[in-house]
């Protein structure tokens, strides 16, 4: 595959196998994407190419539906927290082309009258899937008024340990939105948090304009959008030499306010099959 070709969901079955074999049986969202993009040295134009105006970029989002494929024939399972781990039957796949016919095969019997070609993103013969709760919770995120939008920020720092938060929302505070305190044993730190709600990605200007506003303010900076980050921004985030930045993009916005329990509704089923091995 070219340097500069945007990977098939299917390309990326077989590169998160292996990524998961290299880090012992499992790994986070952010280790697998890192480990693909490394098995596949993928440029960072295609890294950073967005999916629409959602929260991943079209890698990422292809990398789900591998996800989702591998899960379907077993070779994976996740949890809810959002580790993936390879299975028995992961380990079992000896070769990529086996495993693209065990997932050609499984498609076929759950999609008989698509011929087995399932939604999926990246194919010249197949749809784009559906957007996940994320990005349908995220669209209704970004249409809630900018101090709602703000409170709810306060609101998930103070559920995770953090005191005297406060919302600044000030103008000309170079983006700082509000400030908080957090304490670790016996050391606190003080914590500048700046949220803006939106669309696309986050570029290393606007991380390095925040960290300028919160220099000699704070210890730390946390940096929350409903957006997401470029690599760039990442990276800026955790230069050598210069004040830390943390950064909670949509997902991860989604997967706190989840693990919180804040607006998110979720629907719990029993899963028979866990009881039935019992």
């Known amino acids: 595959m070219k340097d500069q070709e945007l990977p098939n969901y299917k390309d990326l079955l077989w590169p998160?196998?292996?990524?998961?074999?290299?880090?012992?049986?499992?790994?986070s969202i952010q280790e697998l994407s890192e480990g693909v993009a490394s098995e596949l040295a993928l440029s960072e134009e295609i890294l950073d190419r967005p999916h629409s105006d959602g929260p991943?970029?079209?890698?990422?989002?292809?990398?789900?539906?591998?996800?989702?494929?591998?899960k379907?024939?077993?070779?994976?399972?996740?949890?809810?927290?959002?580790?993936?781990t390879i299975t028995d039957?992961?380990?079992?796949?000896?070769?990529?082309?086996?495993?693209?016919?065990?997932?050609?095969?499984?498609?076929?019997q759950r999609y008989p009258q698509k011929g087995g070609q399932s939604p999926g993103p990246g194919d010249d013969d197949d749809a784009p899937g559906g957007e996940g709760w994320e990005e349908a919770f995220l669209s209704f995120l970004r249409g809630i008024?900018?101090?709602?939008?703000?409170?709810?920020?306060?609101?998930i720092l103070r559920e995770?340990?953090?005191?005297?938060?406060?919302v600044t929302g000030r103008s000309?505070?170079?983006g700082i939105d509000g400030a908080g305190v957090l304490r670790v044993n016996l050391i606190s730190f003080h914590v500048r948090f700046q949220c803006k709600r939106y669309t696309g990605s986050v570029g290393p200007g606007e991380i390095r304009d925040f960290r300028g506003a919160?220099?000699?303010?704070?210890?730390?900076?946390?940096?929350?959008?409903?957006?997401?980050?470029?690599?760039?921004?990442?990276?800026?985030?955790?230069?050598?030499?210069?004040?830390?930045?943390?950064?909670?993009?949509?997902?991860?916005?989604?997967?706190?306010?989840?693990?919180?329990?804040?607006?998110?509704?979720?629907?719990?089923?029993?899963?028979l099959e866990f009881f039935e091995g019992l």
Do not use: H
């Open 16 to 27: 998160t196998l292996k990524t998961l074999e290299k880090r012992g049986g499992s790994a």
């Open 56 to 70: 991943r970029s079209e890698v990422d989002y292809r990398a789900a539906w591998a996800r989702t494929a591998l």
């Open 72 to 84: 379907a024939i077993g070779a994976l399972e996740n949890t809810t927290r959002g580790v993936w």
């Open 89 to 108: 039957a992961g380990r079992a796949v000896q070769s990529e082309e086996q495993l693209r016919e065990q997932v050609r095969q499984d498609r076929k």
């Open 145 to 155: 008024k900018p101090d709602a939008f703000e409170r709810l920020c306060q609101r």
């Open 160 to 166: 995770s340990g953090f005191t005297k938060v406060e």
């Open 172 to 174: 000309g505070d170079g």
């Open 214 to 271: 919160m220099v000699g303010r704070a210890d730390k900076g946390l940096f929350i959008t409903t957006g997401r980050f470029t690599r760039d921004a990442a990276r800026e985030a955790e230069r050598d030499g210069a004040p830390a930045i943390d950064l909670i993009d949509g997902i991860d916005l989604c997967n706190l306010l989840q693990q919180l329990d804040l607006g998110v509704e979720t629907v719990v089923r029993p899963r």
